[in-house]
């Protein structure tokens, strides 16, 4: 599952990458310059430099070009911990409590990095060293951005004012609002059907996607609403539960005047419940939703004989669609904006994107003086416009290039920096640069600069597609959100709070399904879900967040 889900996740990086562009400065240095972090002068012997790494499908780490580039460039010889994504984290975590760990980690944020308690811990253990005086002296560039982005520095220091390492600064428009809904706008038009903007003409558009054969077939086939149970989006329910009462699709916590609390015992929450019931009373709600992967999810979009998904839920519709040149039903899945509940309510999920609190990149105590060095230099190179994109998107004249004139930017009215250069169909992997594991900044200007073409329905417009769907949701966001991605919580309690923000979400989660499959009954069993809340001690978990949050903006 992991499997299937990161190679689905690593399709819309490729793409998605598509907007992760220059900032707009200077892209014109050349892939052989020598630039200042070239200790090669100094010595001709290479600093060598033991990492554990994660090994993305389509590269070789070892043998990449960008690897080599850098090595070149800043005179590294790395020795390579390599670690496959399944498993990745498990086994990050049994190098450290071995203590035969390397001098450093370089990880990719989506699939396993180290978690604020984590760089807590570890760095008020003395095994992660504080990169400060590091940064000051050797990281221009690094220091450059987070003068640029003060709340990236902000959620790289840890209370003690130490930075013990750095993570990915991703400012992805429309990953920051995750919990989208694709129609079938084709089956809309063959039902002479308007777009719903309530949840009752929803629920009727379900209706008539499930009795009135859309896809003209002449059998009852069609499943009219349909997601997944994994990240990216696809979980049916926050969409849904957003028409009642806000829901982050992740810890469910709601702010109000700077309280935070639960949404999951509101009123709300339970009237949200019972309309997902009645949409799954009526078989409206593909069940599979509540327990697939993303290969089961996609194999209903993809189906073979006819097409048969109405609705589907996703942070982008490549998840459950193909969007390959000569795919035939990409361009029949439109965004539909957040509907409005019987209250009022119309809320959008709404995160920090790509932005992540932890950290992927440390250096640890094994490291000498020159090594540490060494390392600071060339992750300061990844936060050039250049080094960033070569990192993350593969090297230049490989895999990017200079815009030509008429090229339009993803920005509106920002001038074109980086153009990518499409992989023709059947060619092997250029193995020219890092993914994720490049990730390091990625501002919303840099992003803008990429080259997008016109068309939205074809490959090289996919991220514009993406961009213009998040509009409809910008806006709909509560005007307080709990920022869980971005609050220290006090390292006396940090185990107590992970311990539990597991179990409050498990339950939730779990009493979630029961209701909506009508294993509990709304009625009957709402008052002992709400103490059974209780008794996981909701209370004390809201308190160490409150006083999280409440030191976090002092």
Not at 85 to 96: F, H, P, T, V
Not at 102 to 127: H, R
Not at 499 to 524: A, C, P, R, V
Request: proline share 5%; hydrophobic share 35%; with cysteine.
């Amino acid at each position: 599952m992991k499997k299937t889900l990161l190679s689905m996740f690593m399709l819309v990086l490729a793409i998605t990458l598509v907007i992760s562009g220059c900032s707009g400065k200077n892209t014109e240095s050349s892939n052989n310059a020598q630039g200042n972090g070239s200790s090669g002068a100094e010595s001709t012997k290479p600093v060598e430099v033991s990492v554990f790494a994660v090994q993305e499908s389509g590269i070789d780490i070892p043998t990449n070009k960008f690897t080599k580039f850098l090595e070149e460039k800043f005179n590294i010889k790395f020795n390579w911990q390599i670690n496959p994504s399944d498993g990745a984290k498990e086994k990050r975590q049994i190098s450290l409590a071995s203590g035969d760990y390397p001098e450093a980690y370089l990880l990719t944020a989506y699939i396993d990095e180290f978690s604020q308690a984590d760089v807590l811990k570890y760095g008020q253990q003395g095994v992660l060293i504080p990169l400060n005086d590091l940064i000051d002296k050797y990281g221009p560039n690094i220091k450059k951005a987070m003068e640029e982005s003060p709340e990236m520095k902000a959620l790289y220091t840890a209370p003690d004012g130490n930075i013990y390492g750095l993570g990915a600064y991703t400012e992805c428009f429309h990953c920051s609002y995750p919990n989208k809904m694709w129609v079938n706008t084709d089956w809309l038009q063959k039902l002479n059907l308007e777009e719903p903007k309530t949840t009752e003409e929803f629920k009727a558009m379900l209706q008539a996607f499930k009795t009135k054969d859309p896809n003209g077939n002449g059998k009852a086939d069609e499943v009219p609403l349909s997601g997944s149970t994994e990240d990216f989006g696809v979980r049916i329910v926050p969409y849904l539960m957003n028409a009642f009462v806000y829901d982050d699709d992740r810890n469910y916590l709601n702010m109000e005047n700077g309280k935070v609390v639960s949404a999951a015992i509101k009123p709300e929450w339970k009237e949200g419940l019972a309309y997902i019931k009645s949409l799954y009373d009526e078989g409206l709600i593909d069940p599979g939703a509540f327990t697939q992967n993303a290969e089961a999810y996609k194999k209903i979009g993809e189906n073979a004989d006819a097409e048969i998904l109405g609705a589907g839920a996703g942070m982008h519709p490549a998840i459950f669609v193909n969007i390959d040149p000569g795919n035939t039903r990409s361009a029949h899945y439109n965004p539909l904006a957040p509907l409005s509940g019987p209250g009022g309510a119309s809320f959008a999920t709404h995160d920090a994107g790509g932005v992540t609190s932890g950290a992927k990149f440390v250096i640890t105590n094994k490291a000498s003086e020159e090594v540490q060095v060494a390392l600071i230099k060339a992750i300061d190179y990844m936060y050039t416009p250049e080094g960033q994109t070569n990192a993350g998107t593969g090297m230049k004249g490989i895999d990017w290039t200079d815009p030509e004139p008429g090229d339009k930017a993803l920005g509106e009215g920002v001038t074109p920096m980086v153009k990518t250069i499409q992989m023709k169909e059947g060619e092997a992997p250029h193995n020219a640069g890092w993914s994720g594991m490049g990730h390091f900044y990625m501002p919303k200007e840099y992003r803008d600069t990429w080259v997008q073409g016109e068309d939205i329905y074809a490959s090289d417009g996919y991220e514009r597609r993406l961009y213009n769907a998040t509009l409809l949701y910008q806006g709909h966001e509560p005007k307080e959100i709990f920022p869980i991605w971005s609050i220290w919580i006090d390292p006396s309690e940090i185990d107590e709070a992970s311990m539990l923000q597991t179990n409050l979400k498990n339950y939730i989660e779990q009493s979630q399904l029961q209701f909506i499959t009508g294993n509990k009954d709304l009625n009957k069993d709402w008052d002992a879900y709400v103490q059974g809340l209780k008794d996981l001690k909701l209370d004390r978990y809201l308190e160490i967040l409150q006083k999280a949050y409440d030191q976090s903006a002092k």
